[in-house]
Each structure stands twice: as C-alpha cells, then as structure tokens.
C-alpha cells in the first residue's frame, strides 16, 4: 500500500466514489422498471429509515477514528492509535447491534409513521416487511466503516476507496438479480422483491470488509499492528472519551442530514394528501425528493464526499501543528473544486431535466420538474460537506452543533409553509420543500464561514475571485446547450435517443466550459498546472503533454 498526498486522495477517493455513484444512478433503471413507482416508494421508505439508524450506529465513528489515529500518529503515539482502533471496533459493535434490535422490533411503528392516513399506495404490513428486510446490513457496515476509517488516517485512501466499488457492484449484482427473479420469474409480491433487493446492503458490506480485513492482514507492520509496541500514556478512557468527543459531531451532522429526510418525507407526504393529490402522486414525488432525484444528484455530491476522505486528515495535520496559513488554503481549495466543477454541472442536468430523467426513469412530468431545481442542492450539499468537514478536523464542535441544527430546523420550519405557499402561487407545491431544503443548507453554510472568519480570521477571498470568474465560461455553455437543445432533435420515450442527446450536449458544453476556463487560468489558479498535465497524460494515455507548450 502507498500512501496519498491530499490532492492524490482526493482524486482517488473521488474517482471510486463517481465510479460507485455512476453505477447507483445506472442500477435505477432497470430495479425502476423491475419494481414500478409501488416498489420505488418502498425502497426508498426502507432506504431512509435505515440510513438514520446507520448514522447512529457508525457514522461519527469511522471519521472520528481516522481523526484519532492521524492524530496520534503525528504526535508518534503508535501504540495508543492502535488501542484507539481496537476500542473503536468494540463500540461500534455495540451501537450496531442496538441500531439493528430497534430497527427489525419497531419497524411496523416506523411503517405507520411514515405512511399515516395516506391510502390506496403501499400497505403498513408492506412498509414493514421493508424496513425489516434492509435492518441486517446495520450488523456489518459499522464495522466495515472503522476499518476504512483506520486505513485513511494513515493517508491510505486506495483500499478504502476499492472497497467502496465492491461494496456497489456486490449490492447492485444482488438488488437486481434478486428483485428480478422475484417478481419477473416467480411472480410474487412486488414487496418481497424489493425486501430481497434490500439483502444486497448486507451482502455487499460483507464483501467490502473482507477485502479490507485482508488488506489490514497483509499490511500489519505499515500499520502497526505486527507486533507489541511499548504502552503510551495515554488510558483506556482518554481514548474513549476522545472517540466519543470526535465522534459525537459527525453523528449529529449524519444523523440531522437522515431525520431531516425521515421528517421532509413525512411532511410532503402529509401535505400532498392535505392538498388533494392522489397516493399514487404523492408516493411518486415524495420518492422522486428523497431518493430518485437524489440518485442523479449524486454524481455531484459524491466531489466533496471523496474529496473529505482526504481533507479531514490533512485538516488535523495542519491543525495540530497550528498551520493556520495550511488550514484556509486547503478550506479555500477544497471549496474551489467542488464548486467550479459542480456548479457547470448542476446548470447542464438542470437544462437537461427532460432526457436525464426519462433515461433514468421513465416519462414523468412530476420527475422533470423535481430534477430541474433539486439539482442545484446538490452543490449546496457539496459546500456543507466540505465546510462541516473542516469545522470537526479543527474542533469546533460547538460550532458545528449550531450551524447544523440551525440549518435542519430551518428546513423543517419551512417545508409546510412554503409548500402551502406554492400551492396559492399555482405552482408546483413541491417546490416549497426543495427551496426549503436550499434555504436550510445556505444558513448552515454561512454560519460556519462566518464564524471561521470571524474567530481564526480565515477568508475566502480567493474562492470568491475564482467563482466570479468562473461564470464566464458558464454563461458560455449555458448559451450553448440552449442552442444545441433548439437545433437537435430527440424522442423522450427512447432511452437510446436520450443518450445519444444527452451525450451530444454534455460533451460540446463541457469542451467549451473547461476550454474557456483554461484560457483564462482559472484551472491552473485551483489544481495547479502540474495536476492538470497529469490527468492529461493519463486521459491521452500520454499523447498530450501539456507541460511542453
């Protein structure tokens, strides 16, 4: 194993995740047409309420360990780190097995929380079966999370990051195959196939750790783990509460992040049928919010995802040296990429809508209109990721309690009333409650800045010049995709004519975005020349060599 500068990680552990998030998007198409909008609804009722209890079980625990061990690594503790990992492991088996016990013996409690009075969709006894059927894989992806995390706080991201796409491939082989012959061979209930689909979770998670166990087997001695090392003075309960105090933030943010989808569920679902949508309406956008649109916005939230693997521990580094300087340049980089790479791409899907969804799903109106404007909170998602990540690796947890909780409640607050709002305005009541997602990430993400300015003088000059220069070259593929969309024709019911359409447009409208933003240094300004010559190399496979023009 080799381990990875930040730059490097990030690119590595970005690559495997759009890899997985690809493969997340492309699986939805055939499962779509497999389970129809009943089956659909289901799995993304199961899929909500079983992230919520993931989060509490693992998902502080496996950052907060990577902290922990860059931590006492740098201070050259290798005893401790190793200790800090075995009682990891023991906690979060702990944590699991609770997670697990509530989910399976109160899932019909949850059915009946979800679905309400809403009648003539999906059954409680339906709901049920579901959230049931996915509470296994509670058992193995905790554990599997802190051995990834251990791996990343000695800057190896590739393991981690391989382990991710056979977690994918294994759940998607699984989820397809077995809702497939479920439904289509055996003729059974669409929700016993998406129950039996929901088993890929558990059998991918088992896959994903055994190819980490080995990796940690074969690398002991990298990681300290061969043989006995002298005892730190550092106790036992030092380091729990140390796991605890580090982890306790992520699980607040993680854990906010999936009620707040549990609760916008809720109150979409309770709000449409108070409006006078039928269930078969309202199922279709409340999973299309939650889970469908969310899938394609995916391929963008998955840059600041990849990219915290690699930040976090770097961020802790500078930290623990006191490199102020280190820790705004990385905020203002990490900031940088992810929305001058995000923003072009939310705008493209955005005047794509129609083609996107329909190659994805099926012809939706209810789809096209939810894509075109969910889209872009997956670059406020990007920017929240990126500056909570940053917020834990320096310690600010008191702040990343406020600036989270004000976010969700925020959220909250304003789905209803800006859906009954939309309603009036005769517009799509649902916009009511993407614009309140928006409106609760921006106050998040301005309550974090603000205070990192504010308290260590960090200042995101640099961010702003690079963003406001970046609209030129964004003006200019707006201007074109709106041209190319008049000029080319396609069918929106072949998904074959919605491919050869989207890939026309994305491909001319990206050229001309990264062609303009060379020119005009703005690449060069973010990832540096020598970056960028590489990933030309290797894209070229050699034959282009920026670095001699």
């Known amino acids: 194993m080799k381990k990875n500068s930040f730059l490097e990680g990030s690119f590595i552990a970005t690559a495997a995740i759009i890899f997985v998030k690809i ?15 009943q089956g659909a609804s289901l799995y993304a009722y199961a899929y909500t309420i079983y992230n919520i209890f993931l989060d509490i079980a693992s998902a502080g625990l496996p950052i907060a360990i990577s902290k922990l061990i860059n931590e006492y690594n740098t201070l050259g503790k290798k005893e401790a780190k190793v200790r800090a990992y075995r009682i990891g492991t023991k906690i979060v088996g702990i ?37 049931r059927c996915v509470s296994f894989a509670i058992l193995v992806i905790p554990y599997l999370a802190v051995s990834k995390g251990y791996l990343q706080g000695h800057h190896y991201i590739k393991p981690p990051s391989v382990s991710q796409v056979l977690e994918q491939l294994v759940r998607v082989a699984v989820l397809l195959g077995g809702s497939y012959l ?60 140390k796991i605890f105090g580090y982890a306790i933030p992520f699980i607040i943010i993680d854990t906010a992040v999936s009620i707040y989808h549990f609760i916008d569920m809720v109150l979409i679902i309770r709000t449409l049928n108070y409006l006078g949508y039928s269930a078969v309406n309202v199922e279709m956008i409340t999973s299309s919010i939650v889970t469908y649109a969310p899938k394609i916005n995916m391929i963008i939230s998955s840059l600041a995802t990849g990219m915290s693997v690699s930040l976090i521990p770097t961020i802790v580094s500078s930290f623990v040296k006191k490199d102020w300087q280190d820790v705004n340049s990385k ?6 990429i992810i929305l001058i790479i995000s923003l072009p791409m939310a705008v493209g899907i955005s005047l794509l809508a129609r083609p996107v969804w329909s190659l994805f799903y099926n012809v939706n109106n209810f789809g096209f209109t939810i894509l075109t404007l969910s889209i872009f909170t997956a670059i406020l998602t990007n920017a929240f990721v990126i500056t ?33 709002l939309f309603h009036r305005l005769n517009l799509p009541a649902y916009y009511g409650a993407i614009i309140a997602t928006m409106l609760g990430y921006l106050l998040t993400i301005f309550i974090t800045l603000f205070t990192l300015h504010k308290k260590e003088n960090l200042n995101y000059m640099s961010t702003l010049k690079n963003i406001g220069k970046s609209l030129v070259p964004l003006g ?19 998904k074959l004519s919605c491919v050869i359409y989207i890939a026309i447009i994305a491909l001319l409208g990206a050229i001309t975005y990264l062609f303009i933003a060379y020119k005009m240094h703005i690449l060069q300004d973010v990832f540096g020349q020598e970056f960028i010559n590489t990933i030309i190399k290797k894209l070229t496979l050699g034959r282009v060599n920026l670095s001699k023009h």
């Open 476 to 494: 200019a593929m707006i201007i074109l995709v709106i041209i190319l969309k008049l000029i080319i024709p396609f069918n929106l019911a072949s």
């Open 95 to 131: 944590l699991s097995v609770i997670s697990f016990l509530i989910v399976f013996f109160f899932a019909k409690s949850i059915a009946i929380a979800i679905l309400g009075d809403l009648q003539g969709g999906n059954t409680i006894a339906d709901v049920t079966l579901v959230i």
């Open 331 to 336: 905020l203002n980089k990490a900031l940088q």
């Open 388 to 420: 909570s990540s940053v917020l834990q690796g320096l310690n600010k947890f008191k702040t990343v309690y406020i600036s989270t909780i004000s976010g969700f409640a925020a959220n909250a607050l304003l789905d209803v009333p800006l859906m009954l």
């Open 23 to 37: 493969l997340g998007m492309l699986y939805v198409i055939p499962f779509y047409a497999t389970v129809g909008v």
């Open 182 to 241: 479920t439904i289509k061979i055996l003729n059974l209930k669409v929700s016993i196939g998406v129950g039996i689909s929901l088993f890929g979770a558990l059998a991918g998670g088992i896959v994903a750790y055994l190819y980490i166990r080995s990796k940690i087997n074969h690398n002991k001695e990298k990681l300290d783990l061969k043989e006995s090392l002298p005892k730190d003075d550092v106790t036992n309960k030092e380091i729990v509460k």
